[in-house]
């Protein structure tokens, strides 16, 4: 599920946005439903059923083994009683793959869906299947110590109650947050009530810089594409969605975010917690900005965090972030296979644990291959003068990694990546002038259709395409078609039709979901309104990351040549800011600075109310919880210039 805050603010955000009104638009989707998989598409799952290892079938008793028991209710609800989670929902993959599923992606959803209460080894258990992240219980000698404790309070508390269920009653002795993605944090709200007083609270150095302010500047722009990647809209099943590759979706509980108390900075640190000895390997820049692996040496036991999985992961994540760097990654998994050299059992943030030395150190070293395999060719490919687009068309996997499940691409693709490595180091321009400066795609798409004879003669061209079962390329003219009129119906259904077939041909689930929300919203649906922040969120912004958000709100038009200074005092914080307007810009900085046009003197988070989250500062200042000092209608002035986000915009139409 990978912000790189979810995955990680984006997904708050867009989670948060689609528990209501999906439904209808599920429904919508579904009534209007075109063709059946075509003969190109069944052909295209035939050949990748005989060129998958299905006959390797470790995946299926890794998965399976140790299992306790799960949940006698298959609901996990919120305090309002909506659904958060349920257990049965991908149930219907055990029966054989359908025409409109890869078969590979398939089998990978039958092993990822498995959910309950897991063994792992004397000490450590994993919940897995409550959550798009696993939460793992390691046994200490007076409680549990929590390592990643999921995306909302209501799965990771229906975890603990599971683990209490089987286990006995224990309090929570310490929680560790293995990066800073907020499905590895955003339920730790729900086992805290549970927690010895002062309980220790540990994470990578870094880590609540990276998990509060990542994602926070394009976090609308994030979410609505979050949106697309893990098809939250999209109804489950087998002409819908098919999970999200690490996990089989997000949960849209209540998300927030209890502040580590200790970081960890450097490999190698050794701690004891709760009598159980620790060991760290501090991975910055790998799959996340703050991340870190986590040894138990004294059991042999080796939590790789999200820096191994179950699938090939992505170096930059659909939703959009910033580029991870591929190379860091390799070097991480090379540096584990040393640090963890002689583990018998390996478990993950994602998926399903590993189990015998030999084993792990063979999925570590072909895992870690990969990653150095796509950087480095496409580093030697980048300097032969080929482009990201040609590196992607062209690359491969070598066959012995092709034929490792966990180096598919149900996450990450080899495609995508290869591009992103290629942005990594060169950015998005690929040295053509003609690239220079490209026609919008509202005026491209005119031009290109008149130029092909109109419209009708691209669909006409669509068509015998369709008709070959040649989609990409039928897509790319009716792209074309609806971006020069988005009106022209046809064009548009067509265009669905071409985005399904797609879909049900994906091995990667996360392009599936794209095609698939594409061809819905191709075809009427609407997308549901972003939310504001998450409250759990919002309240975690430091006050420099509040106003930068303001910062890349200000509409300058509106502000024209107008000048204002406004002053900031947080009592609660024992802080100030002020933040000037001029040139059409928004900046601010610590302390009062100069003579301010007016001062507002509140408590920080109810400004973070009023700004993030629309509450009324009026009653505040009647009341004198707050005051102004100097003129009254400058605050006014200043939030008059501020845009609220407007997803959800368009995507597949202008």
């Known amino acids: 599920m990978g912000r790189r805050m ?57 998965a399976a083994r140790g299992f306790v028991a799960t949940r006698k209710d298959p609901l996990i609800r919120a305090a309002d009683g909506r659904v958060v989670w349920d257990l049965n929902t991908f149930s219907f993959v055990e029966a054989p793959a359908p025409d409109t599923v890869n078969p590979s992606l398939w089998r990978h959803a039958q092993v990822l869906s498995r959910a309950g209460l897991f063994k792992v080894s004397d000490r450590i258990w994993q919940v897995r299947g409550f959550d798009i992240a696993n939460v793992t219980f390691v046994k200490g000698d007076k409680g549990w110590i929590v390592i990643d404790p999921l995306t909302a309070d209501e799965t990771a508390r229906a975890a603990y109650d599971l683990v209490t269920e089987q286990l006995g009653k224990r309090p929570v002795s310490a929680i560790i947050y293995t990066h800073s993605h907020i499905d590895h944090f955003g339920g730790a709200g729900g086992i805290l009530p549970f927690a010895v007083p002062d309980v220790p609270i540990l994470a990578p150095q870094g880590f609540t810089d990276a998990a509060v302010g990542e994602n926070v500047i394009a976090g609308p722009a994030m979410a609505r594409r ?65 991340e870190m692996n986590i040894g138990f040496p004294d059991w042999k036991v080796a939590d790789l965090a999200e820096n191994a999985n179950v699938t090939q992961h992505n170096i930059l994540t659909p939703r959009g972030a910033v580029v991870r760097n591929a190379k860091a990654w390799a070097q991480g998994l090379t540096e584990a296979i040393d640090f963890f050299a002689g583990a018998d059992v390996m478990i993950t943030s994602h998926g399903w ?25 496409t580093v030697r ?19 012995a990694l092709q034929q490792e499940w966990y180096d598919r691409p149900y996450y990450g693709s080899l495609s995508f990546n290869a591009r992103a490595v290629y942005q990594f180091y060169m950015g998005w321009y690929d040295g ?27 669909r006409q061209l669509a068509q015998a395409a369709y008709d070959k079962g040649d989609y990409a390329w039928a897509a790319e003219l009716l792209n074309r078609a609806v971006f020069a009129d988005a009106g022209d119906t046809a064009a548009r259904d067509l265009l669905a039709r071409c985005y399904q077939q797609l879909a049900w041909q994906s091995e990667n689930s996360l392009w599936r979901n794209m095609y698939l929300t594409g061809a819905s919203e191709l075809r009427g649906a609407q997308p549901p309104a972003a939310s504001a922040i998450s409250p759990g969120i919002a309240g975690s912004l430091t006050p420099d990351q509040l106003f930068d958000v303001l910062s890349v709100r200000f509409a300058a038009e509106k502000a024209g040549d107008a000048k204002l200074r406004l002053a900031f005092v947080f009592p609660d914080r024992n802080a100030q800011v002020t933040v000037t307007v001029g040139n059409g810009v928004l900046v601010h900085r610590p302390g009062v600075v100069g003579t301010p046009d007016a001062t507002l003197t509140i408590k920080y988070a109810d400004l973070v109310a009023a700004l993030l989250r629309g509450q009324p500062l009026a009653p505040k200042i009647a009341s004198g919880e707050a005051r102004i000092e100097g003129q009254m209608a400058a605050f006014a002035q200043l939030v008059s210039w501020i845009d609220k986000p407007t997803p959800p915009f368009a995507i597949v139409t202008p």
């Open 432 to 458: 053509n002038p003609v690239h220079l400066a490209p026609l919008p795609p509202e005026e491209g798409g005119r031009r290109y259709v008149e130029a092909l004879g109109g419209a009708a003669r691209v």
């Open 226 to 290: 979050a949106i697309y990647q893990f098809g939250l809209t999209l109804p489950k099943g087998p002409t819908g969605n098919m999970g999200s590759g690490i996990g089989m979706a997000v949960a849209p509980g209540t998300q927030g975010l209890v502040p580590p108390n200790r970081e960890i900075a450097k490999t190698g640190t050794e701690i004891v917690l709760d009598g159980v000895k620790l060991r760290f390997q501090v991975t910055p820049g790998t799959e996340a900005p703050a």
């Open 6 to 62: 979810l995955k990680g603010l984006a997904v708050v955000l867009a989670a948060g946005c689609c528990s209501g009104g999906s439904a209808a638009f599920a429904q919508t989707a579904a009534a209007r439903a075109a063709d059946p998989p075509s003969a190109t598409t069944r052909a295209v799952n035939e050949a990748a059923r005989a060129a998958a290892p299905f006959q390797d079938r470790r995946d299926y008793d890794f």
């Open 353 to 377: 644990p590993r189990f015998g030395a030999a084993e792990i150190t063979d999925f570590l070293g072909k895992h870690r291959d990969a990653y150095a395999y796509l950087h480095d060719q």
């Open 381 to 399: 490919l980048m300097n032969q003068g080929l482009t990201g687009d040609e590196i992607a068309a062209k690359l491969t996997l070598p066959k």
